[in-house]
């Protein structure tokens, strides 16, 4: 147990948002919780396979002011190279409860000794374009992070309707320097409903895959590209 103050009935734990990497002897939680009257992503590190955990813990970047920020959600990644372990956490946020949500990441190329500033993702940060609830994911090789995500900025009569978004960044996660890119071949149409996006790295082979509507009342088809 980490934190005394972490669940029932202290009720300081939001639901089961929680999520754990580790390496040969590293042990790395990122865990959403209110320990400070608010939603935030909290990190905590063990150096000896979890028998001692490093003190205190620390309260990460959101892309929001302390104070303000609807948490939606977040995904953790780890990815070791010659240099050590780099840590990523990629949160959901909405200006406030029912807002329209952004995403930021914010990495740790030291371990999780430290993190460093939250980093807009899409370029429609802020503009009041929505990133479909928990439809986002992250993968990491080292200084590599890519980032899939679906939001609405095409429009589409549907509740699922939205586009399949990827970028990636080659610098740690300091910053998404190169364009977006669709994936998907609904965009804008009323057909254009997207379930499931993932994805998956093997070296520097980067395979995303997904469900996608490709016509108006047809069946889900699955996608892939690489």
Request: charged share 20%; net charge negative; hydrophobic share 40%.
């Amino acid at each position: 147990q980490w934190d005394s103050r972490i669940g029932f009935p202290q009720q300081n734990k939001i639901g089961d948002y929680y999520d754990q990497e580790s390496d040969d002897v590293g042990v790395f939680v990122a865990y959403a919780a209110t320990l400070n009257g608010e939603q935030d992503v909290y990190f905590l590190r063990s150096e000896d396979l979890g028998r001692t955990w490093k003190t205190p813990e620390l309260r990460l970047e959101k892309g929001h002011p302390i104070g303000s920020g609807y948490l939606e959600g977040f995904t953790f990644a780890a990815s070791a190279d010659s240099t050590g372990d780099h840590l990523y956490v990629v949160t959901q946020v909405a200006p406030q409860l029912y807002g329209p949500n952004d995403l930021f990441l914010v990495a740790s190329n030291d371990g999780g000794v430290s993190f460093g500033s939250a980093v807009p993702i899409s370029s429609l940060t802020g503009t009041g374009v929505d990133v479909r609830a928990g439809a986002f994911a992250l993968i990491a090789n080292g200084l590599d992070v890519a980032v899939l995500w679906i939001d609405d900025r095409s429009g589409g009569a549907l509740s699922n309707s939205g586009d399949l978004f990827f970028r990636t960044s080659s610098d740690g996660g300091a910053s998404f320097s190169t364009p977006e890119i669709l994936l998907d071949t609904t965009s804008g149409l009323d057909g254009g409903e997207i379930f499931g996006p993932t994805v998956a790295v093997r070296g520097l082979d980067i395979a995303v895959a997904w469900s996608e509507v490709l016509a108006p009342q047809s069946c889900f088809e699955p996608r892939v590209a690489v």
